[in-house]
């Protein structure tokens, strides 16, 4: 059985970290069954085997993989007989961009979010929370995320490339999903489980792919706890 | 054989269209011959049987097709038994979105350009751009280029995803290029067409990427004029 250590808040069943996502997705698509083990960002103990400090770290018997690319790319080696990841041809290598461009994701999102997540942290996350992120963004959470309202139209502007691609195709994969959704996914996914703001307007095309999303698996990402 | 009606400078030889580039390079990928014909702004009567105003436009018999990914797309499907634009699989909904983020690179890079293209462009199309640009940017392209240096860093850390995927692999598509890398590419062409200004950074993988793709082909976009 395959072991996840899976970033979660007070409620152990609200799982945010948008890296944890694409893997918990991809095992979906691979067919293949996940313990969840939740975790706190000051567990570091718990996922020490790993090398680091971060999640997601997955373990496949005396295995211990990090970062959500090089998971990805084990799943798919490790079980080739499994649905692909990557469509085939010459799919991992194009799919490595939409993982990248999720990565950039984080950045325009954080200021809509950061406060929220705060409040949806276990108590001993707290603390760590706040001075490591009020340490990186130079001012206090309720300063970062204040505003956002205005800095709405701006945000949504800059996804301009996945409304583009899905105007034209249900799945950034084509007719059915693969990596290159469940990377993109998962931070919309991190937001909506931490925040009830709402980043997409309801008659955009990336809203309509984020319904899509929710209701894959048997409604996998729905169930866990969000807005 | 087929003709491609392609943007040109003052100098006929000088081709700067990002789109046409795509097409330009999709069709030496395809090892087909093409006769492009340099053609203006302000030269609409040429291209009418497209039935529309820009750039490329493909004459292929009696067929006149615009926009670069449904040419892209028209080549794919016209001629199955040359090499594959899209990799095969998946390849083809996957690259869909390299194009839409491609098309995005030119908000960010025409500050950079805009007053520069206006000194390659012919006599006849200086007037129609000046015009219809400062309306569009509701400034002079003096005053909307001016400052370029200081907007440099943020330019660059936009292109955060393309540095990752390239610092992977040398291609977007993998171990050589197809129409992900085209399309990506066809901005930098647009830059290095008409401007000396450097927008990327000597060591950035980015640049040694464009390197790459000036070399395919027996230099066919390094022969074209450019900085």
Known sequence: MLRLY??????PSRRFSP????????????????????WRFT???AIAPSGQGKVPVLVDGDRWLCESWTIASYLED????????F????????????????????GPMLPFLARDIFDRLAEADRDYFRQSREARFGTTLEAFTEGREARLAGFRAGLAPLRATLSDQPFFAGEAPNYADYALFGHFQWARAV????????????AAWRKRMLDLFGGLARRSPGY
């Open 43 to 45: 567990d570091k103990a």
């Open 19 to 38: 890296y944890c996502w694409r893997i918990r997705l991809a095992l979906a698509h691979k067919g293949l069954e996940v313990e969840t083990v939740p």
């Open 195 to 206: 925040s009830p703001f709402q980043l997409l307007a309801a008659d955009d095309p990336v």
């Open 6 to 11: 899976d970033l979660a808040g007070a409620d």
């Open 87 to 106: 469509g085939g041809g010459a799919g991992r290598a194009l799919v490595r961009f939409h993982s990248a461009v999720a990565d950039s994701l984080g």
């Open 78 to 85: 490790a079980y080739p007989d499994r649905p692909s990841l």
